[in-house]
């Protein structure tokens, strides 16, 4: 089993940055990937940003350019920033693990999610 704790959502200024926190603990295996998805209201839940733990990463042509994704392997723990923030941003961001926890199967595990709120 994988446990997600997410952390650093909350309500930000449009033009401003935020930086999300999301630490995984259990049975940890490699290869996985950490990433960030987000869901707005009435809409489908997207990927935003993700990064293997080679740290290759993968991101929206949206956030593209104005976001980082980063890992600390050590830690398992994925980051996210986002600057230049937009009205749009404003969605419920949910952590996502994709890996295995015993070294033979692979299943996705995701945190409770943590609201975003952009305003101008």
């Known amino acids: 089993q994988v446990q997600l704790v997410e952390s650093g959502g909350g309500l930000v200024q449009t033009g401003g940055s935020l930086r999300l926190s999301c630490a995984a603990s259990?049975?940890?295996?490699?290869?996985?990937?950490m990433g960030w998805y987000r869901q707005a209201p009435g809409k489908q839940r997207e990927l935003v940003a993700e990064s293997t733990s080679g740290s290759n990463t993968n991101y929206a042509d949206s956030v593209k350019g104005r976001s980082t994704i980063s890992r600390d392997n050590a830690k398992n723990t994925v980051y996210l920033q986002v600057y230049s923030l937009k009205l749009e941003d404003t969605a419920v961001y949910y952590c996502n693990f994709r890996g295995s926890d015993d070294g033979i199967r692979f299943r996705d595990y995701w945190g409770q999610g943590t609201q975003v709120t952009v305003s101008s």
């Open positions: 259990g049975s940890i295996f490699s290869p996985n990937v």
